[in-house]
């Protein structure tokens, strides 16, 4: 083999993880599972299981269950944010009073499990399962929880969503995602606040800065086929991390109503979790516009969303609930395509475009 897939930033990717194609599936709460991370394994990709969500217990039992249905590189991420005081939700909940009276709920005496950043019970959990790889969004945890990732010999793996960031993490990971804004889900962002720069602008940035230090480059955002991860290795990316394209597969958790939402135009907005993430519009978005200042600081926001959410569902319905996506959904795949298959052909594709001399 020759070409792009056989230079040093492909080649140091697939060596370093034990992958057998330049490929991350990316951790989705809410969305992937131990289904979805299993197939992508078996397809020779990383697999990955969003842990933000998820109990310690809960992580050793997905990762046993993975382990038991494939065998290769699995990614665990976890989120490094700082939940502080409870916010104030008087306005927040004033707002949604309307669509309270609309389903027949009230906001919940008991506020739901909210996404959970990264501590020493979940380093645990780390620790006794010993993942290939553990990714972290919103920067990284304490440098003592840190050093205890390293020590299970598990890579580090950095979000950058700008060039600052990426240099910020220079010593600190072994690999960085390049986060373009096209991506679907949460903008990991940590640095001077959300400034948007598409992906393959980022790659290029990232890939000339960080060149020097031969830390990979991952890059993630509006990629969905062979044509959109060639562009990438081409600009010296290592691999990529795909979303989006999995929604598309049988493996994928999420509702029928987020599925007819893939093709649609998608916005960035806060009002799911306070925080900034790309998804398909709905009712919520459409009565208050994408972004709300009366919206909680993330992950606040969707305890008062989460009876709205149960009772539209119910019915089948995405009205309150975050339907992620990113913005090349719609040109995505065929829906029904299984995970495994999926990545194979994308494998296949690749190196019909890169990976042999003609």
Partial sequence: MSGILAKRPVQDFLRRTGARVPIIQAPMAGAGGVALAAAAIRGGAV?????AMLTPDQVREQVAQVRAQADGPLNLNFFCHRLGDP???????????????????SPPDTPPPLRAPFDDALCAAVEAVRPELVSFHFGLPDPALLDRVRATGALVVGNATTLDESIWLIGKADMVIAQGFEAGGHAGYFLNGYRPVGTLALVRQVVLELGFSQIPVIAAGGIVDGAGISAALTLGAGAVQLGTVYLFTPEATISAAHRSALRTDTVVTNLFSGGLARGARNTLIDAFGPIHPAAPRFPHASAALAE???AAEADGRGDYSPLWVGQAGEIGPALGEPAQALTERLAREVTA????SP
């Fill in 47 to 51: 697999g990955s299981l969003p842990c």
């Fill in 87 to 105: 916010p104030d939700e008087t306005a927040w909940r004033a707002l949604l009073q309307p669509f309270y009276d609309k389903e027949g709920v």
């Fill in 308 to 310: 709205l959410r149960r």
């Fill in 353 to 356: 475009l890169l990976g042999e």
